[in-house]
């Protein structure tokens, strides 16, 4: 597995990459400063796999900067971009990785593991509001393109 290795820069407004993700939309600027508190800067190189089908969930990642495929059973069935997040579900239930994520270019990341990400909820109960509401959105569009692919539209 991957692990940090740079600290984040000192200039702007790092939480800025929270605010705008559903999953985080609710949060005052006080919840989106702790969030940003918890999380390292990862960069990761291209062709590197950042997550693996089947391993354990650790780690909830937002794409900064680069783009990285998603891959099931071998196949690669979407690519991510900044703003693009993945590995909450994981973390929430202890379940194991669906896909694999792979570098399709140098990517730098924003990452929380399991322990800043389980405080994050617990100090933070509007978090676990606006999480749910963000999955039950992300559940619903995952409906919406299974119904897409299965009419064969």
Request: aromatic share 4%; net charge negative; with cysteine.
């Amino acid at each position: 597995m991957w692990r940090v290795n740079s600290p984040k820069g000192s200039g702007g407004d790092s939480s800025a990459h929270f605010r705008n993700l559903p999953i985080f939309q609710g949060c005052s600027e006080d919840q989106l400063r702790e969030i940003d508190r918890v999380a390292d800067e990862v960069h990761i190189q291209a062709g590197r796999t950042v997550l693996r089908q089947g391993d354990l969930g650790q780690e909830f990642a937002v794409i900064i900067d680069g783009e990285a495929d998603v891959v099931k059973d071998g196949e690669v069935v979407a690519r991510l971009g900044p703003g693009a997040y993945f590995g909450e579900v994981a973390l929430l239930d202890s379940i194991t990785r669906t896909a694999s994520v792979v570098a399709a270019t140098d990517l730098t990341l924003e990452v929380i593991d399991r322990r800043g990400f389980n405080t994050l909820l617990d100090d933070l109960p509007s978090l676990s509001r606006a999480m749910l509401k963000g999955l039950a959105h992300r559940m619903s569009d995952l409906e919406e393109e299974l119904h897409r692919l299965r009419s064969g539209s």
